[in-house]
DNA sequence: ACCATATGTAAGAAAATATAACATAAAATT
DNA sequence: AATTTTATGTTATATTTTCTTACATATGGT
């Protein structure tokens, strides 16, 4: 596996996200409010965002610019979401099955 | 040449630091006394650290707990940085001896 | 003994963030 | 055409964060 590490830990406030993205503040909440980001927050409330949900909002402003209204974003978004976990599914069992035909067997390890 | 992005971006700001290693937004702001990190300021000088400094940060407070004091930190790191900067240099230098005897001559390019 | 180190705490000011409300143009829906 | 929804700006007020400076102090070096 990868390192999710930075990419995904939610550590940036929204001001800098602002900065980082050219979207206003505003507009970075409203976008939440539509179920498109889901910051973090801090014990005292404060929103805290993850490089990924920079570049997601990048993404947003693209399509926004391109007249795609939040809405549709969203159901694109739940779309390729649902994509990746079949994949994701489908992945898992055909590894199940390869274990069932060729992987190790309860109790007897290695041929011994 | 790697992906410097996310581990070397200056985004994240002090309180968030501090949670991140636990250290107190005051021994953070000494160890920059110190010279020992280096964060960048926004516009209205508010600190912003990258998760490499957030690492930093962690090993310095490792070597504090062992008793090592700031000033010994900051010499290692400085001895540390040269050593990075002449194998560097090595290897500029290696490289420039191989252009040198192997490498493209200037105005005639491959052996025409 | 004296100086340097390392941290805590307090004060006051400035900046950042949060929420809620009102305003509004443009687009979509009925 | 009238109404509703979308997307954003703006304003107001409260809370939180951050900054700097200063004072306090324990511990350890010189």
Same mark, same amino acid.
Request: charged share 45%; glycine share 8%.
């Given at each position: ?31 939440? %409010? ?5 910051? =973090? !927050?801090?014990? &005292? $409330?404060?929103?805290?965002?993850? +490089? ?31 994509? %990746? ?5 489908? =992945? !898992?069992?055909? &590894? $199940?099955?390869?274990?069932?035909? +060729? ?10």
């Amino acid at each position: 596996m990868e390192e999710p590490s930075y990419k995904n830990r939610k550590v940036i406030t929204i001001g800098v996200v602002s900065e980082l993205t050219g979207l206003s503040e505003r507009q970075i909440r409203y976008y939440e %409010e539509r179920k498109l980001i889901f910051p =973090e !927050r801090t014990e &005292r $409330g404060n929103r805290k965002y993850s +490089f990924s949900d920079v570049e997601r909002l990048m993404d947003i402003a693209d399509k926004r610019e391109e007249g795609v209204r939040t809405y549709e974003i969203r159901q694109d978004m739940l779309k390729a979401k649902k994509k %990746e976990e079949d994949k994701k599914l489908r =992945e !898992r069992m055909l &590894r $199940g099955q390869l274990n069932a035909r +060729f992987g190790v067997q309860k109790g007897r390890l290695n041929g011994k």
